[in-house]
């Protein structure tokens, strides 16, 4: 088969990593910078245009940065109106970035989340701050991604300066409950269609609640609960997400998902799992694209 890899740098590892596993398995792989790609909107022949030329492939495996998602989520939908197999479906990629979409499907269908609550006023942010079990609380920008916009505010006064900040530069936030328990780790639940895969544990450096590798945090191999495995499962699929990054803390009343992530990143988990994750990205593919099959689109 012929695989578009839509990654806007070749040379990050979970892209490179992709397009290694795929070539091992006798795929041609390809990478294509979603920003530079024009779409040709036409009713009988859509086409997406790289380089100058339409781009012909078999399926696609969309990495689509936080930061670009409107234009990149319109590319991975022209290839769907084109026929082509999109390991994520645009809608899902979209969905899983709202986070407060995110979190009020999750609720819907009953999956564990942290206590959280969402304002646009200012107007009661004692009652905002007492809906989340009062301080210490976190404060999340819904624009954030890597932990960026997320403070662990341990006073009701802290808490109520962040919320005023934020809004007063017109920021939409959550406030959620700060699960003390977790002790700044988190578990991150790698689902390839339906299945968990890989699973690590996540910890934060001593004194930071944030346990993103990308803020130094550590990783390692964990077993999970059948109550974690079948909720990381469950919320990957309310996403309509077939490759997703779970993230899951371990709380007094059982699992919690922080987030859904619709690109999560290969470096870390192959590292702490040894599980070769590429490489059952491709194994889905393979069955799924030959089949005709299009992910699940969840609901809502």
């Given at each position: 088969?012929?695989?578009?890899?839509?990654?806007?740098?070749?040379?990050?590892?979970?892209?490179?990593?992709?397009?290694?596993?795929?070539?091992?398995?006798?795929?041609?792989?390809?990478?294509?910078?979603?920003?530079?790609?024009?779409?040709d909107i036409t009713s009988h022949r859509p086409q997406v245009v790289y380089s100058g030329e339409g781009v012909q492939v078999d399926a696609v495996i969309p990495r689509i940065g936080a930061s670009h998602t409107f234009y990149g989520t319109a590319v991975v939908r022209q290839f769907e109106m084109m026929g082509v197999f999109v390991a994520n479906e645009s809608q899902a990629i979209s969905r899983s970035r709202d986070k407060l979409r995110s979190m009020q499907l999750l609720s819907r269908d009953g999956i564990g989340l942290p206590v959280t609550g969402c304002a646009h006023s200012t107007k009661d942010i004692e009652g905002l701050i007492n809906l989340a079990g009062g301080a210490p609380l976190v404060v999340k920008l819904l624009e954030g991604t890597q932990g960026v916009g997320v403070i662990l505010a341990e006073t009701k006064k802290a808490a109520q300066a962040v919320i005023e900040a934020f809004r007063g530069l017109n920021a939409n936030i959550l406030v959620q409950e700060f699960i003390k328990e977790a002790?700044?780790?988190?578990?991150?639940?790698?689902?390839?269609?339906?299945?968990?895969?890989?699973?690590?544990?996540?910890?934060?450096?001593?004194?930071?609640?944030?346990?993103?590798?990308?803020?130094?945090?550590?990783?390692?191999?964990?077993?999970?609960?059948?109550?974690?495995?079948?909720?990381?499962?469950?919320?990957?699929?309310?996403?309509?997400?077939?490759?997703?990054?779970?993230?899951?803390?371990?709380?007094?009343?059982?699992?919690?998902?922080?987030?859904?992530?619709?690109?999560?990143?290969?470096?870390?988990?192959?590292?702490?799992?040894?599980?070769?994750?590429?490489?059952?990205?491709?194994?889905?593919?393979?069955?799924?694209?030959?089949?005709?099959k299009q992910p699940d689109k969840g609901r809502g």
């Open positions: 088969m012929r695989i578009a890899i839509l990654s806007r740098n070749p040379k990050l590892v979970s892209t490179q990593r992709l397009r290694e596993a795929g070539r091992q398995r006798g795929h041609d792989m390809i990478v294509v910078d979603y920003l530079r790609c024009y779409m002790g700044g780790s988190d578990i991150r639940c790698f689902v390839v269609g339906g299945r968990v895969i890989a699973s690590m544990k996540r910890q934060g450096p001593q004194g930071e609640f944030r346990s993103n590798l990308h803020r130094g945090g550590t990783a390692e191999k964990i077993k999970l609960t059948p109550e974690e495995r079948s909720t990381a499962v469950r919320a990957a699929k309310t996403m309509g997400l077939n490759i997703a990054g779970v993230d899951v803390l371990r709380s007094n009343h059982g699992p919690v998902v922080m987030e859904v992530n619709s690109s999560p990143g290969l470096e870390g988990i192959e590292a702490a799992t040894n599980v070769d994750v590429a490489g059952k990205i491709i194994e889905f593919i393979e069955k799924n694209a030959k089949a005709g």
